[in-house]
C-alpha cells in the first residue's frame, strides 16, 4: 500500500503548482492529480466533524496556506441538504469523499449592458459525482453550479480553492428571476483543523 498523502505534502505540491501557472484551467489540471490521492486519505476529516449538522451543509476549513494562496475544505452535506446556485470568481476542485451529491451545472449568457435582463443563467448538465469523482469551477464561463445531496446518506465533499473561500465575496443566483445576491460563505469552524 502507498504511503497516505497528507495536506502538508498537498501544499508542497500545489505551491510550486501555482509557482508555475497562473491559467485557472492549466492549475486546475495540475492540483486534479493531487486531490485525487488525498481523497484516498481515510484520516483526513476527523470524526467529529464527519457528522452533518440539523439545518444546513456544513463547511469546515481543513487547512490554508499561510499566504491564503490555497484552502482546502470539507463540507458534511446531510441527507436531503442543498446549497443555492452559486459562483466562485476563483478556481477550485470538489472531490467526492464519501457518499454522492448532485451536481447541476449552469452558464451565464449575456445580453448586454442595455439589455433587461442582462444576462440570464441557464442549466448546462447535470451530474451524480460519487466516491473519487472530481469536479472543477473556474471564472468566467465553468464558474456557476449547485449542490445537492437527494440521497439518504451523508455526503461528504473535499474542496480546494485558489484562496480562503470563507472570505471571498461572490454571488448566489435565482435562476428562475437572473436576480443574484451578494454573499461571503464562512466556514463553520473559527480555525484550521490542521494548521
Ligand atoms: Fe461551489
Redesign the pocket.
Known amino acids: 500500500m502507498s504511503e497516505t498523502y497528507e495536506l502538508k505534502q498537498l501544499e508542497t505540491d500545489v505551491l510550486a503548482i501555482l509557482a508555475q501557472h497562473t491559467d485557472y484551467r492549466t492549475i486546475i489540471d495540475h492540483v486534479k492529480p493531487h486531490l485525487q490521492k488525498l481523497l484516498l486519505n481515510d484520516h483526513l476529516i476527523p470524526g467529529e466533524y464527519q457528522a452533518p449538522l440539523p439545518t444546513k451543509y456544513a463547511q469546515y476549513l481543513l487547512y490554508k496556506s499561510a499566504n491564503e494562496a490555497f484552502s482546502v475544505i470539507a463540507f458534511i452535506w446531510g441527507a436531503g441538504q442543498v ?1 443555492p446556485v ?1 459562483d ?1 470568481l476563483v478556481w ?1 476542485l ?1 472531490g467526492l469523499y464519501r457518499g454522492a451529491v448532485v451536481e447541476k451545472r449552469y452558464r451565464r449568457e449575456d445580453h448586454g449592458e442595455a439589455a433587461e435582463p442582462r444576462y440570464t443563467i441557464r442549466e448546462v448538465s447535470e451530474v451524480t459525482a460519487k466516491q473519487g469523482d472530481i469536479s472543477f ?1 473556474y471564472p468566467p464561463d465553468y464558474d456557476i ?1 449547485g ?1 445537492a445531496n437527494p440521497f439518504n446518506e451523508v455526503a461528504i465533499t473535499v474542496h480546494i480553492y485558489g484562496t480562503d473561500i470563507g472570505k471571498q465575496p461572490r454571488h448566489i443566483h435565482d435562476v428562475a428571476t437572473g436576480d443574484s445576491r451578494d454573499v461571503v460563505t464562512k466556514h463553520d469552524n473559527a480555525s484550521p483543523i490542521y494548521s
Do not use: E, K, M
Open positions: 446549497a452559486h466562485h477550485g470538489v469551477v453550479h449542490v
